[in-house]
């Protein structure tokens, strides 16, 4: 929950100019807030730079007073949409039967979801990293098609804490998630206090595909450096 459209305006104005050194083939989307979803896309028309929102719901309309639907998020031009964020399921209720309505209505609509899933500090140090991030897979996947799906791997744990997660453990845990989709393409990014100090550790591992990006988003010329981060 960051940026007026005002503010959002004067980030593409020292993010754009950056991109002049991004490699070929990177895919890049901005998830706003619902207010500078539409002036972002406008100011983007063109450009290599996708827009994605933070929610939708699973339906086309009704009453869901604060909710909002896949097709007035298409109408402005926005392509993607994040789902199952550990923030919306901790702190609003989000459970894996509401993430999976919400995936499908997305793909209905013509949007490609980013589903988010992870473990908090207690599963963790419980010991149950890996059966807790299957159950949600397995749920929340349910008659989803994995074909027009990215995966973000967040642990819980790692976000706005101090804590890290190792990029050999977070490539370790997408490994296992990758060995338990049925298409194995599909894009998997990491999310966890990513910057511009650990982007390139994390990109080297050989089965994390992308970054999913919080606060090291918000700077344009830090976002930059993440997104135009150089393989070795």
């Given at each position: ?32 807030p619902f207010t500078a979803l539409s002036t972002l896309s406008q100011n983007l028309h ?184 150089q393989p070795v």
């Amino acid at each position: 929950m960051f940026k007026t459209q005002a503010e959002a305006l004067e980030f593409l104005k020292g993010f754009l100019p950056e991109l002049e050194a991004t490699p070929e083939g990177r895919d890049i989307i901005l998830c706003a807030p619902f207010t500078a979803l539409s002036t972002l896309s406008q100011n983007l028309h063109g450009s290599r730079v996708q827009v994605g929102a933070q929610n939708v719901h699973w339906e086309e309309s009704g009453a869901f007073t604060g909710e909002i639907a896949g097709t007035m998020l298409t109408e402005i031009g926005v392509r993607y949409v994040i789902i199952g964020h550990s923030e919306r399921r901790q702190y609003f209720g989000e459970t894996d039967e509401t993430v999976n309505l919400r995936l499908k209505a997305a793909q209905r609509c013509g949007l490609t979801p980013i589903l988010c899933v992870g473990e908090s500090k207690q599963q963790r140090d419980a010991g149950e990293t890996e059966a807790h991030i299957f159950r949600q897979l397995e749920q929340d996947l349910v008659e989803v098609d994995q074909h027009n799906l990215i995966v973000a791997y967040e642990p819980i744990w790692a976000i706005g804490t101090g804590d890290t997660c190792e990029a050999s453990e977070a490539n370790r845990v997408i490994g296992l998630i990758r060995s338990r989709l049925t298409y194995s393409e599909v894009t998997i990014q990491y999310g966890g206090s990513v910057k511009p100090q650990n982007i390139d550790e994390i990109m080297a591992q050989p089965e994390i595909d992308g970054a999913l990006v919080g606060g090291a988003s918000l700077d344009p010329q830090s976002f930059a450096r993440l997104v135009n981060y150089q393989p070795v």
